[in-house]
């Protein structure tokens, strides 16, 4: 057998095939270590990109250590929603107070003088803010003017 005979493209296409010749010997090697090459490379690229991610579920992880007045309020108030909650508190608190004290320097307000707009237009309505709107009301004059038309347009159009 020539050894620098070519290879049939049986042997090829069968990678269970021997190779039959010194050149086709050659480059089955040269193949073999191009393809180790490449997947010792993919894989040092691939060990090399991958970083180490800590999971940390929701608020997980050590607890911080406490300095100063933080650690007296810590002291008290250990959790997150204790602390939240006695803020929320301490304003709530000052809130309050505030209008408490607020509320107690006004003055009641004193009696108002009556003005022009509570005068009784010229149909003889009296104004809704005055007291004798509600004997006006009760009255049959008030029956009279829901009645006539041409009251009730006139009352309105002073209204106006």
């Known amino acids: 057998m020539n050894p620098h005979a ?16 010194i050149g086709a010997l ?4 040269q193949q073999h270590s191009l393809s180790t090459m490449f997947a010792a490379r993919t894989a040092i690229a691939k060990a090399s990109c991958r ?12 607890k911080p ?13 250990p959790e997150d929603w204790q602390l939240a909650a006695a803020i929320m508190g301490g ?3 000052l809130y309050l107070l505030s209008t408490l004290a607020s509320g107690k320097k006004k003055a009641p307000p004193a009696a ?8 009784a237009p ?10 004798e709107f509600e004997n006006y009301i009760e009255s049959d004059a008030f029956e009279k003017m829901l009645n006539s038309e041409d009251q009730l347009s006139a009352w309105l159009a002073d209204d106006k």
């Not at 108002?112 to 005068?119: F, G, Q």
């Not at 010229?122 to 005055?130: F, L």
């Open 6 to 21: 070519p290879v049939e493209n049986s042997d090829l296409n069968n990678p269970t095939a021997q190779p039959t010749s």
């Open 26 to 29: 050659n480059e089955a090697k």
């Open 51 to 62: 970083k180490v991610v800590q999971k940390r579920a929701m608020g997980g992880g050590p």
């Open 65 to 77: 250590e406490w300095t100063g007045i933080d650690a007296t309020v810590r002291s008290v108030f």
């Open 91 to 93: 304003y709530t608190t």
């Open 112 to 119: 108002a003088a009556p003005s022009s707009a509570s005068a």
């Open 122 to 131: 010229s149909t003889g309505v009296p104004s809704v803010n005055s007291p």
